[in-house]
């Protein structure tokens, strides 16, 4: 185990929720880093679906140690896809960049799938309820990207940011990779397209991934039994270790703490049979090369 610790030094998770959130969290972020810091992480990224976690990122890492990550999530909360949001956030130091999730047309069509509700729903529905909160956010339309996606593609290339597809379904997500590449942004990563509500095959995922895209896969979704584990390492072998970011997706209250992401995609990666250096490489060296500047 000695040897599993050292190749997972300096690993980070780039999907984390961690509180202050509208809705309950398993840990603050201050909580979370004490937990990265003591088992050797570099840090994670924290995720809300309401607003941009950049300026608490920037006020709660301390230094030696792990590091919170912010970024913004083009929900209504956020003005959709909104440049400016995008750009102040990058100058508040954000690094990811997710296009709609509750608000994304699948999501907003196909809210009642079957399995454990997310923790936000309650909340994402009394919020979406409200007079002037606005239309599912498209950003595919009569076989092109709406040209405000153009602009938001715009700040990313500039400040270097990765950008996650959020909740897209797969068509969405095969316009966004191209209009990415059409932008010179190298660096995308497919938001857990395993989940049953996006409907995105392993075969549009490997696609997807050999047009230079990242697939994450979250333990999230295997705790909450929408994703089999096997299935999981299946996909990963299937698309690449090269093309893979696992990721946390915790701070649920019921899923244990944040740091738990990381640590169980470990243990499960070992069990398989994958060797210390593959675990490294998609537990550190891919998150990192993700996040670079």
Not at 176 to 192: L, P, Q, S, W, Y
Not at 212 to 225: F, K, L, N
């Amino acid at each position: 185990m000695d040897d599993l610790r050292e190749a997972l030094s300096g690993a980070i998770d780039l999907h984390t929720h961690p509180a202050p959130d509208i809705v309950p969290r398993s840990q603050a972020i201050p909580e979370a880093l004490e937990d990265f810091t003591a088992a050797d992480f570099a840090g994670f990224v924290a995720k809300s679906h309401v607003s941009s976690t950049a300026g608490l990122c920037s006020t709660s890492t301390g230094s030696p140690g792990a590091r919170a990550f912010g970024s913004i999530v083009l929900n209504r909360p956020a003005g959709g896809l909104n440049p400016a949001a995008v750009e102040v956030a990058a100058l508040l130091g954000a690094r990811v960049v997710w296009l709609p999730t509750v608000d994304s047309r699948r999501q907003r069509e196909h809210a009642n799938v079957a399995g454990p509700a997310p923790v936000w729903q309650g909340a994402q529905a009394k919020l979406s309820g409200r007079r002037g909160y606005g239309e599912p956010i498209a950003v595919f339309r009569d076989g092109q990207v709406v040209p405000e996606l153009h602009d938001v593609l715009d700040v990313v290339e500039e400040y270097g940011l990765l950008l996650a597809t959020g909740h897209l379904d797969s068509d969405e997500v095969f316009a966004v990779i191209d209009a990415a590449k059409d932008h010179g942004i190298e660096r995308v990563m497919v938001t857990h397209p395993d989940l049953p509500r996006q409907r995105i095959t392993l075969d549009a995922q490997i696609e997807m991934a050999r047009r230079g895209a990242w697939i994450e896969r979250t333990m999230a979704s295997v705790i909450e039994g929408k994703l089999d584990l096997g299935a999981a390492l299946h996909g990963i072998r299937a698309c690449g270790l090269g093309a893979t970011l696992l990721t946390g997706d915790l701070g649920q209250p019921t899923n244990g703490p944040i740091i738990g992401g990381i640590q169980q995609w470990a243990a499960a990666l070992n069990d398989a049979g994958f060797g210390l250096g593959q675990i490294r490489q998609l537990l550190v060296e891919n998150p990192s090369a993700a996040l670079a500047d």
